[in-house]
């Protein structure tokens, strides 16, 4: 019987230094890392638990591998790989997952940032703010309630100058929440297109996708956000991504204007998938 074909995707090296990290302290099910790059580059240097993947030994792998256990495919800019996921999703492998960025990539996210901390610079404003949050000023990045960090408090409190002073002492625009969302889920709740602005300028990662696949571009269409929607499509979110149950913005938009705003998708579409 042929396997049920199931989809492959992409994820960020962010996310995927996330599931490593967290299948390392057994925090997370399983996981199954895939080295497509040459011999040679393997050789030299890989991520401890990759195995090395080739033309020869697919088959091999598609005979072992565990078909319910998530696939980590890096390559060497992030190309390759999702070949070789859609490789694996035709064999019906329930999560291959290519990484964004390739090897070189997933190696930084790997590294662990050193902790930024409050100067002898900072504002009034953002110290009064932190010490309400009972925030530490030595590592701000720790996370408090619900997995927020300060930056992502700010966002959602919708304060553009606190954003930015946090982002100018250095602190990773890339965390993400318990939700697994970032702060630009947080800022498009709190309706700041300015602190949008600030965080896509400081290499926020605009697609993310939270713990049930959702963007905050999703969640502009689903709250009825035309504006701010308008504005991730303005600054590069993609539109034909999907959630975990299949359904694009597009089929989230919860206003005539969310859907009018992404109506090019649905042409989109039909040019990439035609029937």
Known sequence: MTPQRKASRRISAQEAAERLLAHRCGTAPGVEVLDARDLA????????????????????????????????????????????????????????????GGFAALVAALEPPSAPSVTESASEALLSFLAAQNADTRALDAPGRHGLTPLMRAALDGSPALVAELIAAGVDVRARNEDGNNALWLACVSDSPEIVRLLVDAGLDMDNRNLVGATALMYCASAGKPALLRLLLELGADPLLTNQDGARAVDLAATRDCLKALRHTVRRLAEEFPT
């Open 41 to 100: 580059h393997y050789r030299t240097a890989h991520i401890p638990e990759a195995g090395h993947l080739t033309q020869a030994n697919f088959g091999p792998l598609v005979r072992r591998l565990p078909r319910d256990v998530p696939l980590l495919i890096y390559c060497y800019h992030g190309n390759a790989s999702q070949g070789w996921a859609e490789a694996f999703a035709d064999f019906g492998f329930a999560e291959p997952l290519s990484v964004d």
